[in-house]
């Protein structure tokens, strides 16, 4: 990130849908709507990438921003519309040029997003001046070990694991990625029954009242949303 010969937004986004379209062997035209995804952007950037790599044929682009979730944000919408029967086709593209470090905030003269969960950490362990986010799920550890008396050697394998596997991954770097939604009456259409990968079940949460209410960091972090979500989708799906 921030490297002077990085390549620009659109030309990440171009790659991106052009494989993808590509893959599922069908136009640009053939696209009824299209979500896409950033979050270290200006507003509207997911029109610009779009109208640089693929056209301008009019359709409804729907710009997501919902940081680590943007991605799987913009899919659930995308699989919404052809799911409500707005859409037969829809493109689902995400792209990043990355900040150095940790999410900050940009607005400083209004309310965080965060402000819950910053009063609950400060009340119950405190805040330093490091990034919030390690704070919230490291102190979730340490309420885990006050609760269940978890030892700190059971998370010093959870680290090795981690560390084992991140060794073998990119570092902090830009990119994008795209996905072609369609209907089944899509796939007929354009014989492509061949290549679809069915969406069994996606579910999306945000926070419950536990998330607060109960005062607990590990709830506050997304424990309870994140086993309704995983509930919801294993009973969708049938699995």
Known sequence: PGAENSRDYPDLAEEAGKKALADAQIPYSAVD???????????????????????????????????????????FMARQLIQGGVAECVLALGFEKMSKGSLGIKFSDRTIPTDKHVDLLINKYGLSAHPVAPQMFGYAGKEHMEK????????????????????????????????ILASEAFLQKYGLQSKAVEILAQEMMTDLPSSFEEKSIIKMVGFDMSKEAARKCYEKSGL
């Open 148 to 179: 269940y008396g978890t030892k700190i050697e059971h998370f010093a394998k959870i680290g090795w694991k981690n560390h084992k596997h991140s060794v073998n991954n990119p570092p902090t770097s830009d990119g994008a990625a795209a996905a």
């Open 33 to 75: 709507q299209a979500c896409v995804g950033y979050v270290f952007g200006d507003s509207t950037c997911g029109q610009r990438a779009i109208y640089h790599s693929l056209g301008m044929t009019g359709i409804p682009i729907i710009n997501v921003n919902n940081n680590c979730a943007t991605g799987s944000t913009a899919l």
